[in-house]
């Protein structure tokens, strides 16, 4: 099985002053190494294109995403897939959201995972509410930032727990250190799984749909660090979860 993961990748600088020198450094960082890692493991081959090379190397046609039997779309934002190098040079062409929701109908499997550039993002620079990505998600993202930091740690609870998602998976489940806010797509199309309880507000945190002849997954917190802790990164069905969403997108549950 192929799965194409797009994001998750980003550069830091940073700055050191010494007296009256100041030394810069930079470093480039990889969030998926786990998830990456986990999905070998389960015998599923991840094709990642980092969120720097999204812009230009993300396919542009149906024809190019068929080749993966889900799409998960992790850390970057919409604008960094709509804006490509013939839209940054004024010239008409391709609306890859547009191209993700086609995928869909036609029988393709899209996981919106979240972080600061999930859904609307922590700081609503991520900008997926109003997009046609958002269409086929079994949420609606909120239009303002959205982003939740919970050092103290949020449990997840399940709530439908003989979803195929979760065959293997027992126990508790660690705990996650922040989510996106959501709004559940509660019209009949969609099946909440799991939610995380905050200020009084059980937020989803797991959602699937059906759309068309394909399947959607809203997984509101990080694939990796640092909102996914080191307890739930060394969960032994961490992979196993993982491994279950990216069968299900596919039909192969």
């Known amino acids: 099985m192929d799965v194409l993961l797009a994001g998750e990748t980003f550069a830091a600088t940073t700055s050191v002053a ?6 810069t450094s930079a470093t480039t960082i990889n ?16 094709t990642q294109i980092g ?21 998960v779309i992790s850390d970057v934002g919409a604008l960094t897939l709509l804006v490509t190098p013939d839209a940054r040079a004024g010239r008409v062409g391709i609306n890859r ?12 499997g899209l996981m919106l995972a979240g972080g ?3 859904f609307q ?14 269409d086929v998600l079994p949420v609606r993202c909120l239009p303002y930032c959205d982003g939740m930091e919970v050092p103290q740690g ?12 979760f065959a293997g998976i027992e126990g508790p489940w660690p705990p996650i250190l922040g989510m996106n806010k959501l709004d559940f797509r509660s019209d009949g199309s969609s099946e909440l799984l799991a939610t995380c309880h905050h200020r009084g507000t059980d937020w989803p945190l797991l959602a699937v749909r059906n759309h068309g002849r394909g ?23 961490y992979g196993k979860l993982m491994a279950n969403i990216i069968r299900w997108l596919a039909g192969k549950e």
């Open 215 to 237: 399947r959607t997954v809203a997984w509101a917190t990080d694939i990796g660090p640092h909102w996914l802790s080191q307890d739930f990164l060394g969960w032994p069905l």
């Open 154 to 165: 949020l449990q997840p609870a399940i709530v439908q727990s003989p979803h195929p998602l």
């Open 18 to 23: 010494i007296g009256g020198d100041v030394l």
């Open 121 to 134: 993002g922590m700081f609503g620079t991520a900008r997926f509410h109003d997009t046609a990505v958002e």
């Open 51 to 71: 969120g720097e090379r999204c812009a230009v190397e993300f396919p542009y046609d149906l024809d190019a995403l068929a080749q993966y039997q889900a799409v």
């Open 97 to 108: 959201l547009d191209v993700l929701k086609a995928y869909v109908e036609s029988g393709g």
């Open 116 to 118: 600061y550039m999930g």
């Open 31 to 46: 969030g998926a190494t786990a998830f990456s890692a986990a999905m070998a493991a389960e015998g599923i081959a991840v």
